[in-house]
């Protein structure tokens, strides 16, 4: 056996050795339910993760336990990769959720202290005052109408008045 077919009979070795190291890491890290990333494999089998992505068999290998749910510990119910992406998005919902609630709130505590700051600080009128201030326009308003009313009898009477008048000049006339 010549020497180029030594070295190539080598690197198969190597090749096929690294594989098994990479099996094993896969297995492991499925049943210990490990960190199942191409990273984590190669790290755990002493390999470079460029291996990995030169044997695709491999890769797909990791890829497929990291679609496979967990063994079920003591028995209970199995979880889901799917099930676990699925709350993930439940609680990130609730999340934004919560936030904009709490947004919310605290518009409106800002809004209430501020308008208590406001009247405490003597810069904004008393609620009493406000409850007169609009109890005066109310009765402006009501002068206005009265005063209106008041003008009408006023030219009825003045009326009134000339047709008397007139009447008790044309009896004076007569008589």
């Known amino acids: 056996m010549n020497t180029p077919d030594r070295l190539a009979e080598g690197r198969r070795a190597d090749s096929a050795r690294r594989r098994q190291r990479v099996i094993k890491a896969i297995?492991?890290?499925a049943a210990a339910g490990g960190e199942m990333t191409a990273s984590?494999?190669?790290r755990a089998a002493g390999v470079d993760r460029t291996f990995?992505?030169?044997h695709k068999?491999?890769?797909a290998?990791?890829?497929q336990a990291q679609a496979e749910p967990p063994a079920a510990e003591n028995?209970?119910?199995m979880v889901s990769r799917a099930s676990l992406q699925a709350d993930?998005?439940?609680a990130h919902g609730q999340i934004n959720r919560q936030a904009a609630r709490i947004r919310q709130l605290e518009t409106k505590l800002s809004t209430?202290?501020?308008e208590q700051v406001w009247h405490e600080s003597g810069l904004g009128a008393p609620a009493d005052i406000d409850a007169l201030q609009r109890r005066v326009t109310d009765l402006e308003q009501e002068v206005v109408g009265l005063t209106g009313q008041l003008e009408d009898r006023d030219q009825e009477l003045d009326a009134a008045r000339q047709a008397n008048r007139e009447l008790i000049t044309s009896l004076n006339r007569r008589g």
């Open 27 to 29: 297995n492991a890290a």
């Open 40 to 42: 984590a494999i190669a």
């Open 52 to 54: 990995l992505y030169r």
């Open 57 to 59: 068999d491999l890769l």
């Open 61 to 63: 290998q990791i890829h």
């Open 75 to 77: 028995g209970g119910p």
């Open 88 to 90: 993930l998005a439940n």
């Open 112 to 114: 209430m202290l501020g």
